[in-house]
């Protein structure tokens, strides 16, 4: 039985045809704080949390009203206007897989903005902080909930505008700046695949709306149209969720505020790559085609590499940021998968939108505490000092390492499961990640919140205000109960599934006494127990040890940033260099020779008229004289 996607049906009225109020609102919120500066200082930011509220209200409301329709009614387009004559007309697409994006984006990005009111209490440029904030949000909603890739693509950028505003708000910090840079120029490598791909899609199917192309009964593009296009689909997809070969601007955007980087890894940013995937499905998975092969390589290949990276990191946000890698490496693994997978790629989308959240958020209320400091080595027993901080983001600890009964034991070991049934030996490095993720993961918990206190003098480490901690507490709920809810019995499979395809028959049933369950609880277990015993049971030194090739091998990112730089940088900065000779030497030589020798002849011709009659008549005598000359010479010839 193929599987089959419901067909989209027209929408008007109701809170569905009203849904581009979900980013109407944060798109107004920034708009006021940026015009009206100033002005907005002292409650700016609490318009920015009431725009960011008032959008997950309307995306709650859409949701309530979309599961009223029948299973083949839950794909609802709502029009808005002709944007590109008889090319783009722009609208939303609200079906399962975006209502489920915009409500993490929202649900999540309020929390972020209300921990940011504390946050960022004492920065003197608070409002335009949460100008950006609103901005981002809107960016996202707007590449989530668009009917085609163009307004996709919109918003794509506009993610990729505010990340820049965001990760470098303190600019003057030269890293910041720099790491702000980074981000945009890696992203734009991604960018342009994504357009590259759309340029393809066009001619191939004469349109750029997801409707235009599921109705499509034209002549079937080839098998080589199909692949590029995915694989292009696929670059953009590895720049902005930050997969190999395009991860190294993730760990230096942690140089932004600590909301930021939540609002990057948990609900925005990295996941825009996994809905472009799971969105443009038609593209991987047409019979024959490598590109859905792809996506799952480079998945694998991500959660390895984020896991290991992980492994040696002491600045806090970078370890969070490793794992930020490579959890979108298993959702990605589980997109490459096909509809099988979609829902455990999801599933942990969202179930890690809550967990990361509350990590990175946790993370920032230790900095809050400890005079912003991030070196891990710095800090030992907190846990009795910061008691709510410990506790949630314990929470969120062990619901990433997959430990039973909480979300990420759900997802991500439903991902492995899959994986391992239907690519086995991808599926497997999956299992040698989860072993990884469990060591770095408690590495970091034991370096933070227990053994002995090594702070420095000046520290005084103190519970966070409560405009944190509730986030906290919230987001930790989402980590205890959210995976058994998605996963068991189908929920999530069934709910997306006329977005995505699939079939009852499809249907994954969650096995925890599997061999690869089981393997993973055992690796996970081992995992826990070396940090232990590396990290938790002896004192921690307060100077980063030299460590072994390896070890320098993952502080250093695998060795990234020199990989690019001597494989495209140096080359391309030569390249730049041999243009701009060739341009100045050659193109303008040419031409700045040719007018020099013009006028350099001129100049030379004109001294010859001197204006004096004699001089033009002794001029005439000798050409009158050689021309005789040469007339009797070929006459005697």
Known sequence: ????????????????????????????????LLVFGRITNRWGHLLGVAMSLASFVVAVLAFFELIGFGTEERRRAVHLYEFIPKL????LLIDPLSISFALLITGVGSLIHIYSIGYMSHDEHRRRFFAYLNLFVAAMLLLVLADNYVGLFIGWEGVGLASYLLIGFWQFKPTAAVAAKKAFVVNRVGDFGLLVGMFLILPAF????????????????????MLAIGLLLLLGACGKSAQLPLQSWLLDAMEGPTPVSALIHAATMVTAGVYLVVRSGAFFFPEGSGAALAVAIVGAATLLAGAIIGC???????????STMSQIGY????????????????GHLITHGFFKANMFL????VMHGMNDEVDMRKYGGLRKFMPITFVTFFIGYLAIIGFPLLSGYFTKDGIIETAVHHQPILGWLAVLGAGITGFYMSRMVFMTFFGEKRWAEDAHPHESPLVMTVPLMILSLGSLGLGAYLVLNGTLYDFLMPAVGGTPEQRPHFDPFTTPGLATLALVAVGVVFAWMRYGRVEVPAVQPRGS??????????????????LFMRPGQWLTRLAVFFDNRGVDGIVNGLAAGIGGSSGRLRRLQTGFARTYALSILIGAALLTGALLLVGNI
């Open 312 to 322: 040696a990191k002491d600045d806090i946000k970078k370890g969070l940021a490793g």
């Open 206 to 225: 004469g349109t750029l709306s997801f409707k235009g192309i599921a109705e499509y009964t034209g002549p079937a593009p080839s098998q080589g149209i």
């Open 549 to 566: 090739f390896l070890t320098t091998f993952a502080r250093r990112d695998l060795y990234g940033d020199a990989l690019n730089e001597s």
């Open 331 to 346: 959702m990605m693994l589980g997109a490459g998968l096909g509809p099988v997978g979609y829902a455990f790629a999801i």
């Open 362 to 365: 946790g993370a920032g209320s």
């Open 88 to 91: 783009v007309d722009m609208g």
């Open 1 to 32: 039985m193929e599987s089959q996607i419901a067909e989209i049906v027209q929408h008007t009225g109701g809170v569905i045809g009203n849904a581009w109020l979900v980013i109407a609102f944060p798109l107004l919120g920034a708009f006021v």
